[in-house]
């Protein structure tokens, strides 16, 4: 595990995104996990940034991100298919055949989420998986209590993943109640993850996952045994490692 502590967002943001950058530097067709929420914000911004600088190409990168809320049309603001074109996929070179984000409406939520395992295991796996981590220290949507052997499923969102996501939707009883999400095992099978915290309100969850038990109520735990993690957090979220 390598950890890496930034004074503030926008340097961990920076940083992050070099990261990637030199990913795709090396290996051009580059498979990656992507997450949404507030923490990566900064660094879509910086990969754009440097891909309207020509200092990236993204033709033959292929995203997958990592959930979905389920019950929402794809137009829908607040659905993370919204959040990529939003922030990500509308502003690069990625070509629309190689984002993949689960559907939100599929007649069969179980038949998508296998679609989905299988789309990932067609592209021969995912190569880096990008992550944030929930205050509860879920990852993705694996709430605490997920067995980490869990592939793609449908996860119930835990009640204080909806209560902060009320303001958003316009009062809890939008908020969704389930969602598509890939797998702690399908995270753990990526090749590398990287971490990434900002503010204090992670400090916990974080300090929990990279030093406390290994144990499904803190999701994030699992990832102190992948063999290739690292960790970009700022001074805030760092405050209790
Ligand atoms: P955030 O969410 O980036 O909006 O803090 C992270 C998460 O809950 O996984």
Redesign the pocket.
Known sequence: MQIIITEEYPKMSLQAARFIAKKILAKSNLVLAL??????LGLYCELVRMFKEGLIDFSEVAVFNLDEYLGLPPQHPQSFRSYMHKHFWDHVNLRPESCYIPLSSPKNPEAECSRYEQLIGSYGGLDLAV?????NG???FNEPGTPFESLTHVARLSPE?RA?EASTFGGLDKVPTHAITMGIKTIMHAREILL?A??E??ASALSRSLKGPVTPETPASILQLHPNLIVIADSLAAKQL
């Not at 997450?35 to 990566?40: A, E, H, K, S």
């Open positions: 997450p949404t929420g507030n923490t990566p992550l944030g981590i929930g205050e879920h990852i993705a993943t902060r990434l900002s503010g309100e992670k």
